[in-house]
């Protein structure tokens, strides 16, 4: 088993409980917080990914999220709260145009430090909204946002293990050679093992289990797009991770880019489909 390998194992037994315990046992403004201060940690992340290479620059670019992040706090009882992450799904239909053209070799309108900054914005700011109005359900909140952190870690884990020993067809070679189909079906195959799991411990979707299954495939098929979108990102601005606050693991970024697009993918279709 090699050192980084090692490293990841460590850092998720140590973060994972804490994670889970602050979403099962918090309220939601407890939660919203904890939420913010991951977002805000990414925001200075993306900053670099994005070009701002002075630390004032990135202060200041955190201090726009940070602010973006309180009006979406204090009008999330508004016609916002469907209108944001309307906008995430909608944005990440974008940024699936945009993978596919820089996969063929095409150019993306993301090559400027200000379009990548602006996508900033639209990569974080839905998925902090999504999660804390997962969270603020009713009687099920905390449920729903286990089961779609558990869902993404089961198919980010499934995907690097069969991807890095099984993988043989690359999946998206220019924007992130090591990802492989195989890793993919691996995904969606670990997906298809822990929803069942998730539905019979919490009674979740058990009314419209095929919906609710349709839902969770839907929400990981988004979670590969987020991963691929920020390595699409760091090729562009020629950085590897986008940072090292978490060893064996990179940047906090590195960890939630799959669950920037899943989360407004499964708010969403959970909203009109599930209620």
């Not at 200041?60 to 016609?79: H, I, P, T």
């Not at 090591?178 to 670990?190: D, H, P, R």
């Not at 411990?201 to 609710?212: D, F, K, L």
């Amino acid at each position: 088993m090699n050192h980084v390998l090692v490293q990841r194992i460590v850092a998720a037994v140590l973060l994972i409980p804490v994670v889970v315990a602050i979403t099962w046992f918090s309220g939601t403004a407890v939660f919203a917080g904890f939420c913010a201060g991951v977002v805000l940690t990414g925001a200075w992340e993306w900053a670099r990914l994005a070009g701002i290479g002075r630390t004032s620059g990135r202060l200041g670019y955190s201090l726009l999220m940070f602010c973006a992040l309180l009006l979406c706090y204090l009008f999330r009882d508004s016609a916002m709260a469907f209108w944001l992450p309307s906008a995430g799904v909608i944005w990440w239909v974008f940024g699936l145009s945009q993978v596919v053209c820089y996969q063929r070799g095409g150019s993306t309108v993301l090559v400027s430090t200000r379009a990548r900054a602006f996508a900033g914005l639209l990569v974080l700011l839905p998925v902090w909204f999504s999660m804390v109005s997962l969270h603020a359900y009713e009687g099920r909140g905390p449920q729903l946002v286990l089961m779609l952190m558990v869902m993404v870690w089961a198919a980010d884990s499934a995907a690097y293990f069969v991807g890095k020993y099984l993988g043989r067809r690359r999946l998206a070679s220019r924007v992130s050679p090591a990802k492989s189909w195989e890793g993919v079906w691996g995904a969606f195959i670990a997906t298809a093992l822990v929803i069942p799991a998730f539905m019979y411990w919490s009674g979740i979707g058990e009314e419209r289990p095929v919906i609710y299954f349709m839902i969770c495939m839907a929400a990981v098929a988004a979670s590969i797009l987020g991963d691929l979108f920020e390595s699409m990102i760091k090729r562009i601005g020629n950085i590897k991770d986008s940072g090292d606050a978490i060893p064996g693991h990179g940047g906090i970024l590195d960890r939630i880019d799959s669950l920037t697009a899943a989360g407004p993918v499964f708010l969403m279709a959970y909203k009109l489909t599930m209620g």
